[in-house]
């Protein structure tokens, strides 16, 4: 089956929903995850299942993947509404550099508000299947460097859909090899979902070898957030089910 691909920029723009576009949330549940790697990174491969959801936008389950420079790119996964009755996530790259820039008909400027560029896709996904965002430094050409963000079922190493691409001054560096993330009810809706996912172990790839890390851990935060997480170690991963407290079974 073929990934729903964007057009245009312009499409892009109409797909991409981040947080600015519905409430702002101070807390959130905190992820940290780790490649295990010695040193930064050329390439992430941040894996996750959607064992359970609604066919409806609300939360946002982000990857931060700062580089060497500390500038901090977004990446991760939105369920939303099926089409054509197949169960729909929307997978996210994206940059808030004021110097990002792009070409791609999967990305426009801007990032949750501010100077940046964002960059999406959505594609049919299968519950329990485990994708993973996988995003690369590319190449530089001595002045800017290539950032470009694909999904890639990580059963079976086929690709899945294009996120996008951008470019961001060279001296932004590689990825570090850790780093944080969060779970955001970036609609109100979110507050009303509960959705169980199952994070997969980080891998990072520098220099021909790959380092794969420990499975990822979601913390609560003490007060402010409407989502309130539980996490049960499997074979396949860290599930984790988050629960809106306006959730009804």
């Not at 609609?187 to 499975?215: D, F, I, N």
Request: charged share 15%.
């Amino acid at each position: 089956m073929k990934p729903l691909r964007l057009a245009t920029a312009a499409g892009a723009a109409a797909l991409l929903t981040l947080g600015a576009a519905g409430q702002s949330w101070a807390s959130t549940p905190t992820v940290r995850w780790t490649t295990g790697a010695p040193t930064p990174v050329t390439k992430l491969t941040l894996p996750m299942s959607f064992e359970s959801a609604p066919d409806a936008s609300g939360i946002y389950f982000a990857y931060y993947t700062t580089l060497e420079s500390g500038t901090r790119p977004y990446a991760g996964f939105q369920p939303k509404p099926a089409v054509n009755g197949q169960p729909t996530l929307q997978a996210i790259f994206s940059s808030f550099n004021a110097n990002a820039t792009t070409t791609d008909s999967h990305c426009k400027y801007g990032a949750d508000g501010g100077a940046g560029v964002s960059c999406a896709v959505q594609f049919p996904y299968t519950k329990g299947t485990m994708y993973a965002v996988e995003l690369e430094r590319v190449s530089d050409d001595g002045t800017t460097q290539l950032m470009n963000g694909e999904v890639v079922n990580t059963e079976t190493g086929a690709g899945v859909a294009h996120i996008g691409s951008f470019r961001l001054p060279v001296a932004s560096g590689r990825f570090k090899a850790a780093d944080q993330g969060f779970i955001e009810p970036y609609l109100t809706a979110g507050c009303a979902q509960q959705v169980t996912v199952t994070y997969g172990r980080p891998v990072g790839t520098e220099g021909g070898t790959t380092y794969t890390g420990s499975l990822p851990t979601v913390t609560d935060p003490a007060s402010g957030s409407c989502l309130s997480s539980t996490s049960t170690d499997t074979p396949d991963g860290r599930q984790v089910t988050v629960t809106g407290d306006k959730f009804t079974p």
